[in-house]
Structure formats: structure tokens, C-alpha cells
């Protein structure tokens, strides 16, 4: 092929050319959406030939220590994508370099440090004079593994080791054609705070919290371009900053998040093998989370064999499904609740207009008081749930909110779908004198309003005192299965219809569902990956509407325990 993106675009065009499950979700999203910017698609970036080919001659002069030959040769095809795309594509605006972040999820045995290497050698060789490049890590044992890593490179290539072009040091390493310097940190041992880098990396981000990722941003906020990169296997621990990174990832390549100058190759199971214990017998797991195996037979079996280790003894699965297949063993019961796409794929124009005289049944959300509440409201016409749901959030803590879990609130409160009320806490008068004012404002006729007891009991008085008819919902698995299965059911079958609503969408990316000892399956919140109040309050409207269509309006039937 002719050169353009080089081996990079090989490899892109590769991952979604696979039929074979041997590629994961996420990664096939990242690779449509580059490739849209190599094919001249894309209005704010594009790819720079040049910057391939001189991307090419330079790993040319880098000889692979292990290998022997040069790293144009030796380079993982996964690298080359990465390597690529953060070097080669260009906002058009500048010509400055478009991606500000990447972000590499990958398991173990992967050649994810010596990469790093590579790549801390193109930033010395190729960025401004006197720029400042940092590694962090958990501490001095691994941060010190990416410096013998670029040492050994350095050493290996003659045409970087005559002490002209590098000088390597017991605390750092220069590059003398460029002023540039490269030093590694530890987060157990190092201040990180007041450092300039004009690019990082994080090392092992799964075992750190989010201070070393926050301290290098904020070095970087005066800089015009400026690059972090976050490296990781998953971690069993939940308070770890590589979970808040994979999220912001997933919710970019799924179009629920605003930040298109964030690159991310995220090598893990796709939902559907995480059931069960796919990951026992299903190869996909392992080529999903180890690109390395797929054309590596010494690597794929050597993970066969940790696999069988880990089958026959529990003391071997925790490192082996986080660090070879990352997946995170106390997450195994959990699955996703409904592919956002196919969500996304029931989204229709619902103007006001179209639920005026419309029988609805509400269901509500009212989570603790300085957190996210919500209220759903659902009709049925023919075969289709229509839906209508708003999330409502404490006016002081909107800016904390938008930026502990990436969400634009801001844009949500101006698009209608999220309202702002109470200071730092949710004003329930507010909410209760919203489902009041919906039969006026919309012009539907409420049947009734499903609640959770937990924090609902005032204001659920203060709506039946308006005489409106009130439906305590227990929050059990034997009661919730039979709504969150229909509801599912109607978005797979395209039978479920609501309008824009972005905040709802994150909800269903968010959700995450269990199973009981019976096979009932709940959305479950401490099991989900941010907030889901949308979700919950919409299954509880659902679940309204299905006792209506088995039993007829208002008889409810009785929720034994």
C-alpha cells in the first residue's frame, strides 16, 4: 500500500477488516474514527505524510535490543498504531499535534514499557528545544524499568550511543540535539507538583490514584501542545485513576463525551465475554486483552497455560484475569446492561407536542440529597414505550460533578434534560412541584408514581395530598427483573422511543447489571460505572406500565419478599 499512515494504517484497517473476535469493541471504534481522519473526513484533524515518513527513518535508527534488527522491523503492529496516530495527526487549525491524551489499556507481556521507551526517545528526538518529558510510576522499582528500557535502546543503536546524541545520567536522560531532558518519578518518593512537562506518562496508572495524573495536567495547562499518555493493566482495587481514565475513553469512542483529542486503545473483553466462565474456554478472551498473542503462538501459549493455572486454583485467578485478560475478578458478576448503541438506535424527535393528552406513569429516583435524582416518565402506544426522563442535580455542586465524572452539565441543564435547583443539596420542593406541573405544562394525565421507599417518604406524602396515586416499588430482585428484562426487550427490538436526551445515554453506558441466586437480573448501582438514577427511575415507570398491561390499571400486585 502506499505509504500515508504507513504501518499504522495497516494495523487500523486490520482491526476492522477482523470478523473473528480476535479485536476488541472499543479498539474497532478507535480505529473507524482515526481512519476517518487519515481518509480526509474530519473536519478538525488530519494526518501528515510526512511526519509518517520521518516518523519511519527514525525508528530506523533504533535497533531492538532483544531482536537484533531495527524498530521499523521489531515494533508490535499495535504500537505502530499508537506510535502513529500521537505523532503524525495534526489539528488543522495550527499543525500542532491533535491528540492531548492516549491512553493504552493493555495486559501484561505486551511490550507495553519498552513502547514507552520508543516513545520517550521519538519526544527527545523530535519535540521543541528544551523540552521536559517525565515518567510516573508507583514507585522507584518500576519507574526505573522505563529508563533501562530507553538505556538499552540507546546502547543497542550505534547511531544514538556515540555520546553526541544522548547522555545518560544517574537521574535522568538528555538528548544534546534538542536541550531536551527525560526523568523519571516515583509517586511513593517524588514531589510531583511544580513540574513543566511539555509530555508525560503514566506507568501503571491501575495501582496509583488520580494525584500524579492531575499534578502532570496541571503542569501542562500553559503549554500549546502538550501530551499525557496513560499506561495500564487493570487492578482489582475500585480507588484507582486507570478506572476514571477507561471510562472517559469509553464514553469519547462512544460519542457521550465531548473530547475528541483523546486517543485510546483499550484491550479488553467485549461485555458479552465477560458472562459466566467464558473466560476459561473462549480464546477471544485472551487475543482481546493480548493483541501481542495474536501473532505470537510462544505468548498465546504461554497465557493458555496461566489460564489453566488459574482454572484449577483460586489463588491464581485475581492476577491472572486482572493482569492477563484485564479483567477485574470481583467484577465477573457483572454485565452490561444494554449496548448504548443499540440505545442510541431508539432515539426519535418526541416534541412536546406528542404527549399532550397522553396517559404516563412516573417513576422516580430520589437518591441522597446532595447527589443525582431523577424522574421518568412512560407511555404505551401499540407495542412501543415511549419515554421522557429528566435528572436533576444541586446547583453548587454542578462544576465538582462536571469534572469528578466528565459530564457537561452545563450543556445538559441548556438542552433541558437536567435541571439545577437547592444549593448544596437537591431541593425536593423542587421536583415534587416539577411531576406536579407536568399534567399543565405537558398536558398529560398522570396514573401513578412508582418510588423506592429510601428517601421518597416526604415527598411521596406531599404528592398524595395533591391526589396523586403513589406506588411503592421494592427495590428486590424478584421485583425488578420483570421490568429491567422488558425494558431491555423493547430497546433490542427498537420498540422503546425517547428524544435527545445525552445525560440518559450515559446512564445506560454507566449501568451494570447482577444476578440473583434465581437468575433475576437488577441494575445495580454499586456494581455500575457512574451514575444510573436515569435508569432506575425509568425501570421503575416500566414497571407501572407492565403491571397495568398484565393486570389492568391499579391492580398492583402484591410484592412478597
Request: charged share 30%; hydrophobic share 35%.
Amino acid at each position: 500500500m502506499t505509504l500515508k499512515g504507513g504501518r499504522g494504517e495497516e494495523y487500523a484497517r486490520a482491526c476492522l477488516a477482523d470478523r473473528n473476535g480476535k479485536t476488541p469493541k472499543y479498539v474497532k471504534l478507535q480505529a473507524k474514527s482515526w481512519l476517518d481522519i487519515l481518509d480526509g473526513k474530519d473536519k478538525e484533524a488530519y494526518v501528515d505524510e510526512k511526519a509518517v515518513r520521518r516518523l519511519g527513518r527514525v525508528l530506523k535508527l533504533m535497533i531492538h535490543p532483544d531482536l537484533g534488527v531495527s524498530m521499523y522491523e521489531g515494533l508490535e503492529p499495535y504500537a505502530w498504531f499508537l506510535i502513529t496516530a500521537v505523532f503524525c495527526t495534526l489539528g488543522r487549525a495550527d499543525d500542532s499535534r491533535y491528540y492531548e491524551t492516549a491512553v493504552l489499556e493493555i495486559a501484561r507481556k505486551n511490550f507495553k514499557t519498552f513502547n514507552a521507551a520508543v516513545i520517550f526517545i521519538l519526544l527527545m528526538l523530535t519535540e521543541p528545544r528544551f523540552s521536559r518529558f517525565f515518567s510516573v510510576a508507583p514507585d522507584l522499582k518500576l519507574s526505573s524499568e522505563l529508563k533501562l528500557a530507553i538505556r538499552k535502546i540507546i546502547k543497542s543503536s550505534p547511531a544514538l550511543s556515540d555520546g553526541k546524541v544522548f547522555k545518560v545520567l544517574r537521574s535522568d536522560i538528555r538528548c544534546l540535539l534538542t536541550d531536551s531532558e527525560y526523568t523519571p518519578l516515583a509517586y511513593s518518593q517524588d514531589k510531583l507538583d511544580g513540574k513543566l512537562a511539555n509530555a508525560f506518562l503514566g506507568d501503571e496508572v491501575g495501582a496509583m490514584d488520580s494525584y500524579p495524573i492531575e499534578a502532570m495536567r496541571s503542569s501542562q495547562i500553559t503549554l500549546k501542545s502538550k501530551l499525557g499518555i496513560i499506561i495500564s493493566t487493570q487492578y482489582p482495587n475500585d480507588n484507582n485513576a486507570m478506572l476514571d481514565e477507561i471510562d472517559k475513553s469509553k464514553k469519547t469512542l462512544d460519542g457521550l463525551r465531548d473530547n475528541r483529542r483523546r486517543f485510546s486503545l483499550l484491550y479488553e473483553p467485549d461485555d458479552e465475554l465477560l458472562q459466566g466462565d467464558n473466560w476459561m474456554t473462549d480464546d477471544r478472551v485472551i487475543y482481546q486483552s493480548n493483541p501481542v498473542a495474536i501473532g505470537n503462538p510462544t505468548v498465546f501459549s504461554a497465557i493458555k497455560d496461566m489460564r489453566a493455572d488459574a482454572i484449577l486454583y483460586e489463588n491464581a485467578r485475581e492476577n491472572y484475569l486482572c493482569k492477563h485478560n484485564n479483567i477485574k475478578y470481583k467484577g465477573l458478576g457483572a454485565e452490561g446492561y444494554v449496548e448504548i448503541t443499540r440505545v442510541k438506535e431508539c432515539r426519535r424527535e418526541l416534541p412536546d407536542s406528542f404527549w399532550r393528552g397522553k396517559k404516563v406513569y412516573i417513576g422516580l429516583d430520589l437518591s441522597q440529597t446532595d447527589d443525582n435524582t431523577s424522574v421518568a416518565m412512560v407511555t404505551v402506544e401499540g407495542n412501543v414505550i415511549y419515554a421522557k426522563v429528566w435528572g436533576f442535580i444541586p446547583k453548587s455542586r454542578k462544576e465538582y460533578k462536571s469534572k469528578r465524572e466528565g459530564v457537561d452539565y452545563n450543556r445538559l441543564i441548556s438542552d433541558g434534560c437536567c435541571f439545577e435547583c437547592g444549593d448544596e443539596v437537591i431541593d425536593y420542593g423542587f421536583v415534587e412541584r416539577f411531576i406536579l406541573g407536568l399534567e399543565d405544562s405537558l398536558g398529560v394525565e398522570i396514573l401513578s408514581v412508582g418510588y423506592d421507599r429510601y428517601n421518597a417518604i416526604s415527598t411521596v406524602q406531599k404528592l398524595e395530598a395533591d391526589g396523586v396515586t403513589c406506588v411503592e416499588i421494592k427495590q428486590h430482585s424478584s421485583v425488578l427483573h420483570s421490568p429491567t428484562k422488558l425494558l431491555k426487550e423493547k430497546i433490542l427490538d427498537r420498540a422503546f422511543a425517547y428524544g435527545n436526551n445525552r445525560l440518559l445515554e450515559i446512564n445506560f453506558q454507566n449501568a451494570r447489571c447482577t444476578e440473583d441466586t434465581n437468575r433475576n437480573k437488577y441494575v445495580n448501582k454499586k456494581r455500575s460505572e457512574g451514575k444510573v438514577d436515569m435508569v432506575v427511575s425509568l425501570i421503575n415507570a416500566v414497571y407501572l406500565a407492565e403491571q397495568d398491561m398484565l393486570f389492568g390499571p391499579g391492580n398492583f400486585i402484591i410484592q412478597v419478599i
